[in-house]
């Protein structure tokens, strides 16, 4: 594989938004997608647009039902034997307040989604990029602006190969 080709990516929050994105230029640069949204309707009219939508698999899950989550990783595994790529696209953002203790249940919700689920997106995913002995993760959220994370950087993955220019861009952030 080398930095214009993925074979296996898994992106979350893939409804709309750069998760959306994401999927058309991964699909257009071959790879086989896993994506992962709470809008089941949303990724099969994303999917029908793009090549080959036979490939590729949709998972209509919201990221802070973990179990599910990690179902929905496990499925896209043993689907396609590994994963190449993993990006965690799913956030929120709200308008809060600190000095608002009304505000207090809008925080828990955006770190659940932006960072709890961001850990369980990867945990599957973590194990498999170990044994082949590649992998890369990334996490782009709403509430975490510039703020990238690489599986490939982490002491549990190596990383062999070069990836597509969106996906090791984090290794510089």
């Known amino acids: 594989m080398d930095a214009g080709t993925a074979e296996r990516v898994f992106i ?4 709309s938004g750069i998760g959306a994105a994401l999927a058309r230029e991964y ?9 992962l ?14 090549p080959h939508p036979e490939r590729h698999r949709t998972y209509a899950v919201d990221v802070c039902d973990h179990a599910a ?3 929905a990783g496990a499925d896209f595994l043993a689907e396609m034997n590994g994963a190449d790529i993993v990006i965690a696209c799913a956030g929120i953002s709200h308008g809060t307040l600190t000095e608002r203790p009304e505000d207090l249940p809008v925080f828990e919700a955006v770190f ?18 170990r044994e082949q002995g590649a992998g890369v993760g990334w996490w782009r ?8 994370a690489c599986a490939a950087r982490a002491p549990t993955v190596r990383r062999k190969r070069r990836y597509m220019p969106i996906a090791s861009r984090c290794a510089s952030s």
Do not use: K
């Open 112 to 129: 659940a989604t932006n960072v709890t689920a961001t850990v369980a997106t990867f945990a599957p995913f973590i194990p498999a990029m």
């Open 12 to 15: 979350t929050g893939a409804s």
């Open 141 to 148: 959220s709403a509430a975490s602006p510039g703020y990238a």
């Open 37 to 50: 949204a709470r809008r089941g309707d949303a990724l099969a009219a994303l999917v029908a647009t793009l």
């Open 27 to 35: 699909a257009a640069r071959g790879a086989t997608l896993g994506l």
């Open 69 to 71: 989550l990690a179902a």
